[in-house]
């Protein structure tokens, strides 16, 4: 058996050490959009294959047996790639994809299917937006420069960013509630843009935002094809017929 965990989220980081644990044979793909990624119990690849064709070659070249999507919900493009190199390849793919977001009691979100949508749902009159949706879509919300933008990165940004007067700051999480309650608080937001990542490491500014009474522009996860899917570490080990390992 030799995997290829396709990671870049907590959840890839946690079933690394499982397969570490269980001695089980993998390679730890990143993207390469982080600077600083964190260090793994596995060998490690940075960058892409070249859309499905290259990742087919790749599995095929490596003699990959199961692959493991633990990418963030939002990486359609790769998540997409690995659906069809596996398919044409006939080697099993298994998502392992964190439950999405539920608005509860308190919550005021409105749903927008994607980026371009969410910068429509902003106001016209300037307003001061939390923008929680990572360096690669900012861009498109430059169609409304007078608002007063704040953004959370992982990596201080390179280069100008496209938003005049934007604070960035930079912050890794997993974040909590009162923390973000208080930078909420005092950057005076009053409107936050997300993305549905679900997870409870992102989780806090939207209990945050309850308590401030600060309504959330939700962008919806983008259609994937159909694949199969587990939410917990023990059913991505009992896809590769292995037990998980406690405590790891």
């Not at 990959?64 to 493009?77: K, L, Q, R, S």
């Not at 974040?175 to 909420?184: I, V, Y």
């Not at 997300?194 to 806090?204: D, F, I, L, T, V």
């Amino acid at each position: 058996m030799r995997v290829l965990l396709l990671g870049g989220t907590t959840e890839a980081s946690a079933l690394a050490r499982q397969l570490a644990a269980a001695g089980v044979t993998a390679v730890f793909s990143y993207a390469g959009r982080t600077d600083s990624p964190a260090p793994q119990p596995l060998p490690v690849r940075i960058g892409g294959f070249g859309g499905p064709e290259g990742l087919a070659r790749y599995l095929m070249t490596e003699g990959i047996t199961h692959v493991i999507d633990a990418t963030h919900p939002f990486a359609a493009t790769i998540s997409g790639n690995a659906v069809a190199a596996c398919a044409a390849t006939g080697i099993p793919l298994c998502a392992h994809e964190r439950a999405a977001w539920v608005a509860g009691e308190g919550d005021d979100w409105t749903h927008v299917a994607d980026i371009a949508a969410a910068v429509a749902a902003l106001p016209e009159e300037p307003t001061r937006i939390f923008l929680a949706i990572g360096r690669q879509t900012i861009d498109p919300f430059a169609a409304k420069p007078w608002h007063q933008y704040v953004l959370r990165l992982v990596d201080p940004p390179k280069g100008r960013l496209p938003l005049p007067g934007a604070e960035v700051i930079v912050a890794r999480g997993p974040f909590d509630a009162a923390s973000d309650q208080r930078l909420l608080a005092a950057r005076r937001i009053k409107l936050i843009v997300a993305k549905n990542a679900g997870g409870a490491g992102a989780r806090a500014k939207l209990d945050a935002a309850r308590a401030l009474r600060i309504p959330v522009v939700m962008i919806d996860r983008p259609a994937l094809p159909p694949r199969h899917v587990t939410a917990d570490p023990e059913g991505v080990m009992a896809f590769l017929g292995h037990p998980a390992t406690l405590g790891v």
